[in-house]
């Protein structure tokens, strides 16, 4: 069964998007085309250069998510390391260990650049914070006058997962001026519109969300700049365009518990992490039960019904 994937950022919880995608692999679908901003731009290039679900749960309950905060030379004394680099660099810490660890995961399954992807089989979402608009890699980078077939899917990946003030921003010049570019959920966390086309589609597009339900009921107390710095960041990361979401896309959707996980949970043990993987198991099975493609075609795509939100 043919079908398109788009995943949702989500910072550590990037776990519960696999479980998922475990179960759909299961029940038989093959991923023509995949997008995903931050941790599920991780997810979407790692299945596009040929990683299975197994492969990925593997990789993600192994990972020691607080290696990729170390820093470099001033950077690494503890406390003043890291106002150092948000000063002087634009950010806590520096987001190349990111880079460089899906660097070495694509290589193993001989892909680095987009060029080595059938074309269109990729996009990943990121945020222009100099221009103001959401960048669709490689699709944009002509714009910034960079060949897409040369460019590194790992610097997309690390593009779309440099949270503001936590990781640096990754620098691109345009027309001599410097354009800053972070994490793609602070303008589009889950672009499921991307692969639509006009008329009925010959596969659907599947959209794998995460729901902090717990998370969206806790308040931050606000008592100075960095807990108004940390109020944005999560605020960004877990709530960011959650309150509708319309009726025909939510059909298509695997709508994914992460049990008050915070995006920024680095030191989330191993046993939090296979809840996180349980959850989108169970998550997918549950959409699995209702979800049917020509029943969608019908409602939504043959007809142009009411615009529903839910």
Avoid: C
Wanted: glycine share 8%.
């Amino acid at each position: 069964m043919k079908a398109d994937a788009v995943f949702e950022g989500g910072g550590v919880k990037g776990i519960a998007l696999v479980g998922a995608l475990q179960v759909m692999e299961e029940n038989g679908y093959t991923w023509e085309k995949l997008a995903g901003t931050s941790a599920g731009s991780i997810v979407a290039a790692l299945v596009s250069a040929g990683y299975n679900s197994y492969e990925l749960k593997e990789i993600l309950e192994e990972l020691d998510y607080l290696y990729l905060l170390q820093n470099k030379g001033i950077g690494r004394l503890p406390y003043i390391g890291p106002v150092f680099e948000l000063f002087f660099h634009d950010g806590l810490y520096r987001a190349d260990r990111i880079e460089l660890f899906i660097d070495d995961l694509l290589k193993k399954k001989r892909v680095s650049t987009f060029g080595d992807l059938p074309l269109g089989k990729l996009r990943i979402i990121a945020s222009d914070i100099s221009a103001g608009k959401m960048v669709v890699l490689p699709d944009d980078l002509v714009e910034y006058d960079l060949p897409p077939e040369n460019f590194s899917i790992a610097r997309a990946v690390r593009m779309s997962s440099s949270i503001p003030f936590f990781f640096q921003p990754v620098k691109l010049k345009k027309d001599r001026v410097q354009h800053y570019i972070v994490d793609g959920g602070l303008l589009s966390n889950y672009p499921i519109w991307l692969f639509d086309v006009p008329g009925v589609p010959q596969w659907p597009t599947i959209g794998f969300r995460l729901q902090d339900k717990q998370a969206l009921q806790q308040e931050a107390r606000i008592s100075g700049l960095l807990s108004l710095t940390r109020g944005l960041i999560t605020t960004m990361l877990d709530a960011h365009d959650r309150r509708f979401v319309e009726k025909a896309h939510a059909i298509r959707t695997i709508f994914i518990d992460t049990l008050g996980v915070r995006a920024t949970d680095f030191h989330m043990t191993l046993e939090v992490r296979k809840k996180l993987y349980e959850s989108g198991q169970e998550s997918a099975r549950r959409f699995l039960n209702h979800w049917n493609f020509r029943e969608y075609v019908e409602v939504y795509r043959r007809k142009s019904g009411p615009r529903i939100l839910v």
